[in-house]
């Protein structure tokens, strides 16, 4: 058996998330809040913000401070090397810039946020697996540098690109990886890949938390919790938009207000996510209903709940839990790491209890 990864973990809070002993709430929508102050225009990757309008930032990120949530995410949704080509500043400078920004906000925990390249993987597209890892492996490692309490890995639709992202945080730092996916109403990514196949694969490359974001509303993404929860073996992560997107005069609206998104949520939270928060749509009155409703709730149900081990199986169009069957052993040889990163094979790997 592999050697458990040792994190770097300094927020009693924090550790106790991660055991499962504790609510980790997350901020909201940050695009949401950069258009209402009429900034979306000003860059053509908005995380250069961080440098040149750096009050602005701290103002919206104080916001989420203050309605309670218990972590920031950097405003670094698009800082990489392919975004950040002829922009004038260095991965690791805006990730400095945004981690200062998060802490003068009064973020008791900072995560260091890391979004798609924008470019397909080889064979939809010219980037190769390895580029995109190291493209990942800057990012994570700026994040580090700059202080960030951890990794979150978001909005991938591409379980390959997911796959490089985890691979690369885990590899190159000691912080704990959160990673979630974006879903359709369909219940898949844009390529097919399903809550529990995300879960299995993910959960078993090291990410201390799997789970779902943007694309869909907590009604809609609740029922995808339901899916992914069982074979995750990571801690649940939800961040549901303010409903479905619809356009109005031009511009991208949500419909579904504070209240009605708490409410919503405590089926995401019954079915097993103790990591939550918002994502496009959602605003800090957003982000404070749902500080209410956990801080209403009793200490996540896995806290008391000795979950077994078994293993689990995914392919890119399938995954099976084979329950705690000795097979497990059988499985080891197919299932390391740097196997798994060989995009012609199938994901083959074993999920082991994290708690």
């Given at each position: 058996?592999?050697?458990?990864?040792?994190l770097?973990?300094?927020?009693?809070h924090l550790?106790?998330a991660?055991?499962?002993?504790?609510?980790?709430?997350?901020?909201?929508?940050?695009?949401?809040?950069?258009?209402?102050?009429?900034?979306?225009?000003?860059?053509?990757?908005?995380?250069?913000?961080?440098?040149?309008?750096?009050?602005?930032?701290?103002?919206?990120?104080?916001?989420?401070?203050?309605?309670?949530a218990?972590?920031i995410?950097?405003?670094?949704?698009?800082?990489?090397?392919?975004?950040?080509?002829?922009?004038?500043?260095?991965?690791?400078?805006?990730?400095?810039?945004?981690?200062?920004?998060?802490?003068?906000?009064?973020?008791?925990?900072?995560?260091?946020?890391?979004?798609?390249?924008?470019?397909?993987?080889?064979?939809?597209?010219?980037?190769?697996?390895?580029?995109?890892?190291?493209i990942?492996?800057?990012?994570?490692?700026?994040?580090?540098?700059?202080g960030?309490?951890?990794?979150?890995?978001?909005?991938?639709?591409?379980?390959?690109?997911?796959?490089?992202?985890?691979l690369?945080?885990?590899?190159?730092?000691?912080?704990p990886?959160?990673?979630?996916?974006?879903?359709?109403?369909?219940?898949?990514t844009?390529l097919?890949?399903?809550?529990?196949?995300?879960?299995?694969?993910?959960?078993?490359?090291?990410?201390?938390?799997?789970?779902?974001?943007?694309?869909?509303?907590?009604?809609?993404?609740?029922?995808?919790?339901?899916?992914?929860?069982?074979?995750?073996?990571?801690l649940?992560?939800?961040?549901?938009?303010?409903?479905?997107?619809r356009?109005?005069?031009?511009?991208?609206?949500?419909?579904?207000?504070?209240n009605?998104?708490?409410?919503?949520?405590?089926?995401?939270?019954?079915?097993g996510?103790?990591?939550?928060?918002?994502?496009?749509?959602?605003?800090?009155?957003?982000?404070?209903?749902?500080?209410?409703?956990?801080?209403?709730?009793?200490?996540?149900?896995?806290?008391?709940?000795?979950?077994p081990?078994?293993?689990?199986?995914?392919?890119?169009?399938?995954?099976?839990?084979?329950?705690?069957?000795?097979?497990?052993?059988?499985?080891?040889?197919?299932?390391?790491?740097?196997?798994?990163?060989?995009?012609?094979?199938?994901?083959?790997v074993?999920?082991?209890?994290?708690?």
């Amino acid at each position: 058996m592999a050697t458990p990864r040792k994190l770097t973990v300094t927020d009693a809070h924090l550790a106790e998330a991660l055991a499962g002993r504790a609510y980790l709430l997350f901020d909201g929508g940050m695009g949401t809040l950069v258009q209402a102050a009429g900034l979306h225009t000003v860059h053509e990757v908005p995380d250069l913000l961080n440098l040149t309008h750096p009050e602005a930032i701290v103002a919206i990120q104080r916001q989420y401070v203050e309605a309670g949530a218990d972590c920031i995410t950097t405003n670094t949704f698009n800082t990489n090397r392919l975004k950040l080509a002829n922009a004038g500043a260095t991965v690791a400078e805006v990730y400095a810039a945004a981690a200062a920004n998060a802490r003068a906000a009064g973020a008791p925990l900072v995560a260091g946020d890391i979004g798609p390249t924008g470019a397909l993987l080889e064979p939809l597209g010219a980037l190769t697996f390895d580029e995109a890892f190291d493209i990942f492996s800057e990012q994570a490692c700026a994040a580090e540098a700059a202080g960030c309490d951890l990794i979150v890995v978001e909005t991938m639709a591409d379980l390959l690109e997911a796959k490089a992202a985890v691979l690369a945080a885990v590899e190159s730092t000691t912080l704990p990886v959160f990673a979630t996916m974006t879903f359709g109403e369909d219940g898949r990514t844009f390529l097919g890949t399903t809550p529990a196949i995300a879960a299995t694969t993910l959960s078993a490359l090291g990410a201390s938390a799997v789970g779902l974001n943007c694309s869909l509303g907590p009604t809609e993404l609740a029922p995808l919790v339901g899916e992914l929860a069982p074979h995750d073996r990571a801690l649940v992560m939800a961040q549901p938009n303010a409903g479905l997107p619809r356009i109005q005069d031009g511009e991208t609206v949500f419909d579904v207000g504070p209240n009605e998104f708490a409410q919503a949520m405590e089926a995401i939270l019954d079915a097993g996510a103790t990591v939550i928060g918002g994502c496009c749509g959602t605003t800090p009155d957003h982000i404070a209903a749902l500080r209410a409703l956990i801080d209403a709730r009793p200490l996540p149900a896995v806290a008391s709940v000795s979950v077994p081990a078994r293993t689990s199986v995914a392919s890119s169009a399938t995954a099976v839990s084979a329950g705690s069957a000795s097979s497990r052993a059988a499985w080891g040889s197919k299932a390391s790491r740097r196997a798994s990163r060989r995009p012609a094979s199938p994901t083959c790997v074993i999920v082991l209890p994290s708690r």
